[in-house]
């Protein structure tokens, strides 16, 4: 039924297009809040401005701060107090200048007034601003973009200054009239709070148009089913009535096996909702049923497929559990203070049995005595996942090695291993919500990369940070801190 998989092409796309467009929704909307931050810090310049343009000035002691203005050139810029004490005159131009610097040290945001002809050579503008003012002068009051100033990503704004009484005092040689735009003011707010705001609300609103998409499809996938079984039911049905005779025996016959195979068709439908699990346990009743007809060998290596796909289906079940919980925010944070060691050396003993396999050792170098102040649920979920991805990226004879180390009041946990190592290309996008990071193990094994996934967003939420050194053909090294004791 070619119709149904146009269906599910539609579906994708319209579901493509809501979190496309939300994306791009939740961009423009940051976009204008940062904007409004740049716009807000001009306004504030601009006021400053007139206020000091109104008073002629401000009179401020001289000192290596603030020297006097060899630029400005007016009578009475250097005065003395009766005490002796040496005053200089700040144009709003010198009094601007100063608050921009400051507000850079303060809030990192970053002003600047310039002009295509600046009287203060340092006041030239740099060629993004040079490109703003030109614009200005043409028909645009404002520019706002995002562009890189210094190698930081920031949202620049321009802002026009216009020529009043005041200004001619000083700028009157250069030919300005009242009324013309006499340069701007630039301000650059940092991007990178903001785009972390976009990931946030992006990422929160991924997964319940990716539960909504999972639903449509499956939907579509039993509704498929449904009209399949019905038409070959159909088909079915009408043939054996064209080859039926006049008897009408036969033809009763006929109809309570069609009636018959309905309700099949419904007992089937029902089986095909039932969680995917039935089949495996489906598998291990055939198992059970004909192990006396099989070879003991045979019956030995189905038994380990179906223990180790149970396992697998377990630990995805598992962690998409944890996942979706703590993406909910249903997953209590309860911090207690227990022994890291004991619970390191239980997640070995879990594993050992699976290590043995592929005789890998299993080490484990924390102190006994080695505390830390955290959930140990969580905790406890970080050692397992990162325990079972190491065991299964590294090869027969290799080695595991659990360390650790103490920063202030934070403790420092490497789980390092002889592995096979992770590509580039994929060690930059681990704990990237959406990307693709999944892979076989040495032996076969599947992944997914929730696991590393739940991993990050646990040791944050414990007030701990997390990354990964790898090199290809000699291993990983992932390490993750959490705090030492409460009082963090």
């Given amino acids: 039924m070619n119709w149904f998989r146009i269906l599910k092409i539609i579906w994708t796309i319209l579901v493509a297009t809501f979190i ?15 904007k409004g931050e740049a716009i807000t810090s001009f306004q504030k310049d601009v006021v400053l401005r007139e206020w000091a343009t109104q008073h002629g000035g401000v009179y401020v002691k001289a000192d290596s701060l603030t020297p006097p203005n060899p630029y400005l050139e007016v009578p009475n810029r250097d005065i003395y107090t009766p005490d002796s004490v040496l005053m200089t005159l700040m144009n709003p131009a010198y009094i601007t200048r100063q608050i921009h610097e400051l507000a850079f040290s303060k809030i990192n945001i970053r002003g600047h007034i310039t002009s295509l002809n600046p009287i203060r050579p340092q006041n030239a503008p740099d060629a993004w601003e040079r490109r703003s003012l030109m614009q200005m002068e043409k028909d645009t009051l404002e520019i706002a973009e995002l562009t890189t100033l210094e190698g930081v990503k920031y949202l620049r704004y321009m802002g026009p200054l216009f020529v009043s009484q005041g200004c001619l005092k000083c700028h009157a040689v250069q030919g300005y009239k009242l009324g013309d735009i006499r340069g701007g003011i630039s301000a650059s707010v940092p991007w990178a709070k903001f785009q972390n705001s976009i990931w946030r609300q992006t990422s929160r609103a991924l997964i319940p148009f990716i539960l909504i998409w999972i639903i449509g499809m499956l939907s579509l996938i039993i509704i498929q089913r449904q009209f399949k079984n019905y038409y070959d039911l159909r088909d079915n049905t009408q043939r054996e009535i064209l080859a039926m005779n006049s008897d009408l025996s036969q033809i009763k016959a006929q109809l309570e096996k ?11 439908i029902a089986h095909d909702l039932r969680s995917p699990f039935q089949g495996l346990i489906g ?15 045979e019956i030995i290596k189905m038994s380990a497929v179906v223990n180790k796909k149970a396992n697998h289906l377990f630990n995805l079940l598992q962690n998409l559990l944890e996942w979706v919980q703590s ?24 594993y050992a049995s699976r290590a043995s396999e592929k005789k890998i050792t299993l080490t484990n170098h924390l102190p006994l005595g080695l505390t830390v102040f955290a959930d ?38 490497t789980v390092s291993d002889t592995g096979i190592g992770i590509p580039k290309e994929i060690l930059t996008k681990l704990f990237i919500t959406g990307e693709k990071t999944g892979r076989k193990g040495t032996a076969g094994e599947g992944s997914t990369g929730l696991g590393l996934l739940i991993c990050k967003d646990f040791i ?10 790898s090199t290809i053909g000699e291993g990983s090294k ?3 801190t959490v705090p030492k004791d409460a009082a963090r």
């Fill in 20 to 34: 496309i467009g939300f994306s791009l929704n939740t961009r423009s909307e940051v976009f204008k809040l940062a």
């Fill in 258 to 268: 069609s009636i018959r195979e309905k309700d099949q068709l419904f007992s089937v």
């Fill in 283 to 297: 598998l291990t009743e055939v198992l059970n049923e004909g192990a006396k007809e099989m070879e003991t060998d």
């Fill in 327 to 350: 993406q909910k925010g249903a997953t209590a944070f309860e911090p207690v203070e227990f022994n890291m060691h004991d619970l390191v050396s239980r997640n070995l003993d879990l």
């Fill in 376 to 413: 140990y649920k969580m905790i406890d979920s970080v050692i397992r996942n990162l325990i079972n991805n190491a065991i299964k990226f590294t090869p027969v004879d290799g080695n595991i090695d659990i360390s650790s180390s103490i920063s202030g009041k934070m403790v420092e946990i």
């Fill in 460 to 469: 944050e939420k414990n007030g701990g940070i997390i990354h990964v050194e």
């Fill in 478 to 480: 992932f390490r993750f």
